[in-house]
């Protein structure tokens, strides 16, 4: 089962930063916060991961809560490639079974 | 291109059929999946394989057989399959099943069964 919670769908304006939500209340201290997205039927593309520090790459930035039960994912400037389902995930890297379980995720719509 | 292939793109067969799913990758990568996505679900998890070996088996019917003859090729051996299973298929792989990396994705196997 999925650990994560995500809002089913969200808009955004082109050129407006989209903020992402998930809460992860029951993340435990081995457990990263992965965000994947997949634009329609293609594969889940990797965009970006963390344990408890802010990130930032060349596609977007990660901002985990200090508890760690919440995380936001950040495009700073949306376009309509952006356009996709983005899926928060929460995974145990030091165990064997630290497998990435998909849920519902977020269908992000960016309009024009 | 992500660096992990899947052929065909499309496939369409009928519930008598034998076909098999191909996927290779030569990012160096250890560990590869096998991830079923019906209409309108999440990903499903398959298989999974960590220097060829099997080490999951998430309750998938036998008419859906793995093998990974090394690490760069996966393959999904389908017979007597059912309507249900048309699905979106999809490969990954992964440096290794722990360890701190993402996976990389295949675009996918469209399978329709008639």
């Known amino acids: 089962d999925a650990k994560t919670t995500q809002p089913t769908s969200m808009d955004c304006a082109e050129g407006r930063a989209a903020n992402l939500p998930c809460n992860h209340s029951t993340i435990s201290g081995n457990e990263y916060v992965y965000w994947y997205r997949q634009i329609h039927s293609q594969g889940p593309q990797y965009i970006i991961h963390?344990?408890?520090n802010n990130e930032t790459n060349e596609m977007a930035s990660l901002i985990i809560t200090e508890d760690r039960k919440s995380s936001t994912l950040i495009l700073p400037h949306a376009t309509l490639r952006d356009t996709a389902v983005y899926y928060c995930i929460v995974r145990d890297v030091s165990s064997n079974t630290g497998k990435l379980i998909f849920g519902q995720g977020t269908t992000l719509q960016v309009k024009p | 291109e992500t660096g992990v292939t899947q052929t065909p793109r499309h496939l369409v067969m009928g519930m008598t059929n034998k076909k098999s799913l191909k996927c290779e990758q030569h990012l160096g990568h250890n560990a590869m999946y096998w991830y079923k996505q019906s209409a309108k679900k999440p990903l499903e998890l398959m298989f999974v394989?960590?220097?060829?070996?099997?080490?999951e088996n998430n309750s998938v019917p036998s008419r859906f057989s793995p093998e990974c003859p090394n690490s760069s090729h996966l393959f999904l051996h389908l017979h007597t399959l059912q309507p249900e299973d048309s699905a979106l298929y999809l490969c990954?792989?992964?440096?290794?099943?722990?360890?701190?990396?993402?996976?990389?994705f295949g675009s996918g196997t469209r399978l329709t069964v008639v």
């Open positions: 394989y960590n220097f060829k070996e099997q080490t």
């Open positions: 963390g344990l408890k």
């Open positions: 990954a792989s992964s440096q290794a099943t722990t360890e701190n990396y993402g996976y990389t």
